[in-house]
């Protein structure tokens, strides 16, 4: 499969996303680096088989879902030319609201995540286009295509694929549109500098002023929040698509390629200082997370496609544990391919496969706690691209087919 080439990063101007208690309301969560402070819930939870509580069928895709209020997003493809967004209660799965909106060629196969802002659930579709759905009953509010925003610079470079990165509401950077009425508010310069990416902005407060961080095939842009203004560019050989996003601890600044991974301390004045740069923790398909000081994730290996998923299957794939410091790799072992979440000094992971096991963040070894097939065995297809979220004492795993599975793991 060929990877993904369209356009332009996004960040929604809007005040930053606030912390809600039992809420997974973006990409990533609240923090938008994979880490939840839930502490209500059982690392043991999927021993003895994952307690499924309920299903749904959302539609294919990969993108991931969004949980506010008690309330479940997610918008899968309904066929080739139509996205269905749906709502369900995130206790029970039972549906509140479903919507199904024509977007013509490019709508199928959603991969980017919507984002939820009190009362609008924000979302972009593969094709580039924007769209703004009150959360209430799914009415769109207001919809664009980027396309046809000059500033906005997209580039449909494929059209068997699309856009990926997912909507982030922030105060505005990258393409920033205005939340309430998605008319372009400015535009930071970046566009046409590396930005073409699967990768999704990340927000941080680095040495006092709060950046946006972008990712790009050519360089790792950083903006300011609160103007928009290029702070630095780093640059690195990486020509294609970037798909794993920045991580950062709030000092320190985490990038994956296909090829290496780098370390940058941006902390000081002027271009920042690379503290290392090597062949571990490359990325092509799945963010690493930082718990202690640490970094766990897949090491992407080269000479497979990241679209041949059943070569991915077959494949035993180096998982590993990095310093974030030095870039010292503490170990590694092998399994199938695998995302991930943390969450109070625990890895949730899940495999291509549909694997989940809750492991220890541990630098010493590499121990799982419990583990279980999220199917129980069923003859589904197994194609888990997605990260699992936790939410309130559940565990969300969803498969490329569209199966949204809700587990039990509340203490």
């Known amino acids: 499969m060929r990877k993904i080439g369209l356009v332009a990063m996004l960040l ?42 309920w299903t749904a069928d959302i539609g294919t895709g990969y993108s991931n879902v969004a949980i506010s209020g008690g309330r479940l997003y997610a918008v899968g493809s309904a066929d080739s030319t139509h996205l269905r967004f749906c709502c369900l209660d995130a206790d029970s799965g039972q549906p509140i609201w479903a919507q199904t909106y024509r977007l013509g060629h490019g709508a199928n196969d959603p ?52 856009q990926a990165a997912s909507p982030i509401v922030a105060n505005s950077a990258g393409i920033a549109l205005d939340k309430m009425s998605g008319e372009l508010a400015w535009d930071s310069g970046i566009a046409g500098e590396g930005v073409n990416t699967y990768a999704s902005p990340t927000l941080a407060r680095l040495g006092g002023t709060r950046v946006a961080m972008f990712l790009g095939p050519a360089c790792l842009s950083a903006v300011e929040a609160a103007t928009g203004r290029l702070l630095w ?42 503290l290392w740069s090597r062949e571990c923790l490359r990325s ?19 000479y497979v496609d990241p679209g041949n998923w059943q070569v991915l299957k077959r494949s035993e794939w180096p998982f590993q544990c990095v310093d974030l410091e030095t870039g010292a790799v503490a170990w590694t072992v092998t399994m199938p391919h695998a995302s991930l979440i943390a969450a109070g000094g625990k ?24 583990s279980a097939d999220v199917l129980g065995g069923a003859s589904r297809p197994r194609v888990f691209a997605t990260p699992p979220v936790l939410c309130d004492g559940r565990i969300y795993v969803r498969n490329y087919a569209g199966d949204l599975i809700c587990i039990d793991a509340r203490k």
């Not at 994979?34 to 307690?51: D, H, I, M, T």
């Not at 601890?249 to 200082?273: K, M, N, Q, W, Y």
């Not at 899940?350 to 989940?356: A, H, N, Q, R």
Request: glycine residues 10%.
């Open 347 to 370: 890895l949730i992971i899940l495999d291509v496969k549909g694997t989940l096991s809750v492991a220890e963040a541990n630098p010493r070894e590499f121990g799982v706690i419990s």
């Open 12 to 53: 929604m101007a809007a005040g930053l996303l606030a912390a809600e208690p039992g809420a997974w309301p973006q990409w990533r969560g609240s923090n938008g680096n994979g880490v939840s402070a839930e502490a209500n819930w059982n690392p043991r939870c999927l021993e003895g088989g994952a307690k499924v509580l």
């Open 111 to 162: 991969m980017s995540t919507p984002t939820v802002d009190g009362d609008r659930l924000y979302a972009m579709a593969s094709n580039g286009t924007v769209l703004c759905l009150g959360t209430e009953d799914g009415a769109v509010r207001w919809k664009k295509w980027l396309g046809n925003e000059p500033k906005a610079d997209v580039m449909v470079l494929d059209q068997q694929f699309g």
């Open 233 to 274: 560019s780093i640059p690195h050989l990486e020509k294609t698509e970037i798909i794993a996003d920045p991580v950062t601890d709030g000092h320190l600044v985490f990038f994956a390629t296909t090829t290496r991974s780098s370390v940058i301390d941006p902390t000081e004045p002027g271009t920042p200082r690379v």
């Open 284 to 302: 092509d398909a799945a963010t690493p997370v930082l718990a202690n000081g640490y970094l766990f994730g897949t090491d992407w290996m080269q």
